[in-house]
């Protein structure tokens, strides 16, 4: 099911967008398009991600190219009368197509499956490195309230762009 955005379309990433997902992250990480190639491992991790039910990666389609990306995971609770909570992760749009609505209207798709899943909140964790650079505002824009305190424990090294230069498109981004 696609839904219309105002600038572009957004719809849930199939197989054969991986590519173009990681050229996203891979973009905003170098500040310009850049080529890419996928290993095995990304692949794998790929193929496991398209076929978890509750987890849907979201994108946004301008013309062929894809500009935005989204994840978002439904996790079940037998609390809060048992409606399900959504986790937002990964939400990145290429520098190229930035302040025209992208996030937005990614976001506003996220809010309204997860509204007609019956699930209870919509949760992120955002750094807070990105208080100043906009993402803030983009979420309390769209009625998120920064009400709780967010806790890391990182079992790995700190993803690099959490460091002063981060260029691997492997990286996160919250
Ligand atoms: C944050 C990000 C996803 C926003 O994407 P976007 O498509 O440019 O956002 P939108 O155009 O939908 O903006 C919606 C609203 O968010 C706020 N916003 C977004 N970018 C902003 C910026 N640079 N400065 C101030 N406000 C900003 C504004 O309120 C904006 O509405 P407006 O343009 O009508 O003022 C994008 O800048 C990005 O990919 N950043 C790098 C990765 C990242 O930080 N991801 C979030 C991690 S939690």
Redesign the pocket.
Known sequence: MMTAASQGVVRTARHEDLRAVLAIHAE?NAGHPISILTSERQAETWRRMMATHDLTVYVAEVGVELV?TATALVMPNVTYDCAPTVFLEA????PR?????????IVQRVLADANAAGCNRVQ????KR?AT???H???T?LGFEAEAEGFRLYLQAAPRSHLASGRDHAVG??
């Open positions: 905003h935005g939400v990145v749009v290429t197509h930035r302040r025209q609505g992208i996030a937005r209207a992120l964790l955002s750094h990105h650079d906009g993402a505002r983009l979420y824009s981004t919250t």
